[in-house]
């Protein structure tokens, strides 16, 4: 294989009442956020050796996205019923709701830092101005809804996986559909990662990852990575590694150029006991972390060995 790792147990953050669907980095700061369906939010201490969370604020429904905007250290959260809350990390004081989606939010993606997008069940894309606080404009990208959303700064594109089992690449400047990559799985395309070189990943309800070269997409690679739905993918860059997550309640981590397989985690290897759904990487600790619908986040140290 020519490089190895260790990947260890860091600790077990218990807290959440309900399924764990979103994490974020609270960029150049000691802290993470966590959100769920009992409608907290919570930061966490990146030192794994703090297991206390910090209830910032609670809101009513379930909440399936949330996206820290650092240059006004605000917490932007998506909920079950399409409500967008504007969360003051300093204050933790909820400077704003709106009702614009009428689905649930599954994802945001930053583009600069006056604007981030929204995607949600009722099949919208939705551009944000993150100084007003509201909605700037909107477009209808399918009759069904949108699972999960990337940008990619390089092209200028945001790329879009859909519950039509479709992946839509958005020109950014014009909100323009250039391309639609029907059929781009056999079902709901739950979750999408850039890699840095050039490289779409997606992950489908059918289980199957698949690896796209921008911007022409076509296919580079393709396998069942799991048994059930991959619910997330984190690229790990300064290991050349990505990592995925999945309703099989497994974690595997990958080679982001092989596509070897490096190790799966799973309940017998202190993984989690349900469906894992979301996976954030903070890379000044080295450290993977998970939220599950069993109600924890994982912390897990990824370092590279010596031979």
């Given at each position: 294989?020519?490089?190895?790792?260790?990947?260890n147990h860091l600790a077990t953050l218990s807290g959440h009442i309900s399924s764990i669907y979103c994490l974020a980095?609270?960029?150049?700061?000691?802290?993470?956020?966590?959100?769920a369906g009992d409608g907290w939010i919570v930061q966490w201490e990146k030192d794994s050796r703090k297991t206390d969370g910090l209830l910032l604020a609670k809101v009513e429904g379930k909440v399936f996205s949330i996206i820290y905007i650092k240059e006004q250290h605000l917490l932007v959260v998506g909920d079950f019923e399409g409500h967008v809350y504007w969360l003051d990390t300093e204050t933790n004081i909820i400077l704003k709701r709106v009702a614009f989606h009428k689905g649930s939010i599954f994802g945001f993606c930053q583009v600069s830092s006056?604007?981030?997008?929204?995607?949600?069940?009722?099949?919208?894309?939705c551009k944000w101005d993150?100084?007003?606080?509201?909605?700037?404009e909107s477009i209808k990208i399918s009759n069904q809804g949108l699972r999960s959303i990337i940008y990619d700064d390089i092209n200028h594109t945001i790329y879009i996986g859909s519950s039509d089992n479709t992946i839509y690449q958005v020109n950014e400047k014009d909100l323009?559909?250039?391309?639609?990559?029907?059929?781009?799985?056999?079902?709901?395309?739950?979750?999408?990662?850039?890699?840095?070189?050039?490289?779409?990943l997606s992950g489908g309800r059918d289980a199957h990852l698949k690896a796209w070269s921008v911007p022409n997409m076509d296919v580079k690679q393709d396998f069942a990575a799991h048994m059930f739905t991959i619910n997330s993918i984190v690229h790990i860059?300064?290991?050349?590694?990505?990592?995925t997550a999945s309703r099989d309640k497994?974690?595997?981590?990958?080679?982001?150029?092989?596509?070897?397989?490096?190790?799966?985690?799973?309940?017998?290897?202190?993984g989690h006991i349900n469906s894992v759904n979301s996976l954030l990487w903070l890379h000044t600790e080295s450290t993977l972390v998970s939220a599950s619908d069993d109600r924890t986040i994982r912390m897990w140290k990824i370092e590279k060995t010596d031979h």
């Open positions: 294989m020519g490089r190895t790792f260790h990947i980095d609270k960029i150049d700061t000691p802290y993470f956020f966590s959100a006056d604007h981030i997008y929204s995607i949600s069940g009722d099949g919208y894309l993150v100084q007003a606080y509201q909605p700037i323009k559909v250039e391309k639609n990559i029907l059929l781009a799985h056999q079902n709901s395309v739950f979750s999408l990662a850039m890699l840095s070189n050039d490289t779409l860059p300064e290991l050349s590694l990505f990592a497994c974690i595997r981590v990958w080679d982001d150029t092989s596509f070897e397989l490096y190790k799966s985690i799973d309940v017998q290897k202190d």
